[in-house]
């Protein structure tokens, strides 16, 4: 008779390697006119000023950062938003400076950008 396992035995399960070390969503959602959301505050020109800075510091690909586009979040309120995970740390912005620093502090230096935090009050 074969005695039993010893818990202690069994290797715990190792935590599994993320294909992105960090995905950064903006929201590009267009509501009615008359509705205030993020696509009327240049957040495609935020999209696509990020998704260019990150290709050029080499911080794109699998293991690196992934930057990504994103119907409505529910925040309109701080639009333009954008979050990154796996922090989920949201964040409104309203020029290139600001998305060049959030490249450089947090998608490539894993710093949170303190003035662009957005309110935790805010939503819709």
């Known amino acids: 008779m074969t005695p039993p396992i010893s818990q202690d035995a ?6 599994a390697a993320s294909y992105y070390e960090r ?7 267009q509501r009615p ?3 205030d959301c993020c696509a009327n505050h240049q ?3 935020g999209f ?3 998704k260019s800075q990150v ?7 699998p293991g690196k950062v992934r930057v990504n586009k994103a119907g409505c979040l529910d925040r309109c309120a701080g639009g333009p938003v954008a979050v990154v995970y796996p922090e989920a ?4 912005y309203v020029d ?5 620093e959030i490249v450089e502090s947090h998608l490539k230096n894993g710093q949170v950008v303190e003035r662009l935090l957005m309110p935790a009050h805010l939503g819709r």
């Open 10 to 15: 069994v290797p715990a399960p190792a935590k």
């Open 23 to 29: 995905h950064i969503f903006f929201c590009l959602n």
């Open 33 to 35: 006119p008359g509705e």
């Open 43 to 45: 957040a495609q020109e």
């Open 48 to 50: 696509d000023r990020c």
């Open 55 to 61: 290709k050029a510091a080499g911080l794109a690909g």
């Open 89 to 92: 740390v949201w964040y409104s």
């Open 96 to 100: 290139a400076h600001d998305i060049d």
